[in-house]
């Protein structure tokens, strides 16, 4: 297998289609770790001038912390838009759970983000994507429901040597959705599938640099570095938090693909498109407010926000049926 020149320049851009019908432009990360890299903006791209979300309420939900990297890609396209998390952390980790548990909980979040005035709903967990989008699309078929999916696309066009890994949990890995989704984008490509059990229940205590996650993360490495691949995806919004111990498991020449810009790129022209067709009655304004609901501490939840993306913002505890 190739391997990476390692005196390439620092950031290559491709163009990925992560959406039916658009195409979006994609930035992978170096192969060198740069600031950016540990600020899990490895994909990011300057954000889009032309809407700055006002009038537009996001409504987002994970089944934790891990959607809290779609956040921060989402606040930066959208300085505007108030946003409404909801980290489901006491029914976490979902990706070893039943498709009809994760279905359920997806669909009570849901109906919570729209009572907060949610306009669009960003499914902002792979394994509940996976799962539920097309059941939450069946039920409010009137509104827009943004799912994410591994980065399995933009990665394979972006290897050169043909040799990609996806690391994910298992239950994303088994999925009808991401058995299409390497259907129909892994073409020739040689596909690792790594199911990271017990790494995002991990990363839920929020500390980012204990042993036993590094002991996680090699272990999870290790079959992408004997398989000799040179991009690997995250797919699972979680794991962007850990990609500085990836990138150091793998070899900085292995690229990481992350696809949290690209769905806030998605969330921005859904967000304009809706905000421009309303009525003048239906006028309203925001003010770039971010409020936190968890199922399980969120005081955890407000200080993990705070530390990890340097937001500070009010937290509450999410009412149960
Ligand atoms: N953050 C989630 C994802 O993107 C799920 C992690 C979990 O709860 O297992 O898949």
């Known amino acids: 297998a190739r391997s990476f020149d390692s005196s390439a320049t620092s950031t290559q851009t491709v163009s990925v289609s ?4 658009e195409n ?11 600031q950016q890299d540990h600020n899990m903006m490895s994909t990011s791209q300057a954000p889009s001038q032309s809407f700055n979300g006002d009038g ?11 959607g809290l990297s779609v956040l921060s890609a989402i606040r930066a396209h959208l300085p505007l838009s108030d946003i409404v998390y909801v980290a489901d952390s006491g029914f976490a980790p ?12 997806s669909r009570f979040i849901t109906s919570f983000l729209l009572t907060r005035q949610a306009d669009v709903v960003v499914v ?4 509940a994507t996976a799962a539920a989008v097309h059941h939450l699309r069946q039920k409010w078929a009137h509104v827009p429901i943004i799912g994410v999916e591994p ?7 972006h290897s050169r040597n043909r040799r990609v890994g996806v690391l994910a949990t298992p239950s994303t890995l088994r999925s009808k959705k991401f058995q299409a989704l390497i259907d129909n984008h892994a073409q020739d490509a040689y596909v690792v599938l790594q199911a990271c059990a017990g790494l995002a229940k991990e990363i839920e205590l929020g500390e980012l640099d204990s042993p036993r996650l590094r002991d996680l993360v090699e272990t999870f490495s290790a079959p992408l570095r004997a398989a000799e691949v040179d991009t690997a995806v995250l797919g699972c919004t979680h794991y962007p938090f850990v990609q500085n111990l990836f990138k150091q498991a793998l070899g900085n020449a292995v690229e990481i693909v992350d696809t949290a810009d690209a769905v806030a790129r998605h969330t921005t022209r859904i967000g304009e498109r809706l905000v421009t067709m309303r009525l003048p009655e239906q006028h309203k304004t925001t003010r770039g407010l971010t409020e936190l609901w968890s199922s399980a501490d969120p005081a955890h939840l ?10 500070d913002c009010p937290a509450h505890p999410l009412p149960e049926a």
């Open 94 to 105: 979902y990706g070893e759970k039943s498709d009809s548990f994760i279905e359920d909980r």
């Open 124 to 127: 902002a967990c792979n394994t």
């Open 24 to 34: 979006i432009c994609f930035a992978a990360c170096s192969n060198r770790l740069t």
């Open 151 to 157: 980065g399995v696309k933009p990665a394979v066009a």
């Open 56 to 66: 537009l309420t996001v409504g987002m939900f994970d089944s934790g912390l891990g």
């Open 302 to 311: 407000a200080k993990v926000a705070r530390s990890w993306l340097g937001l």
């Open 18 to 21: 992560l959406y039916p019908g």
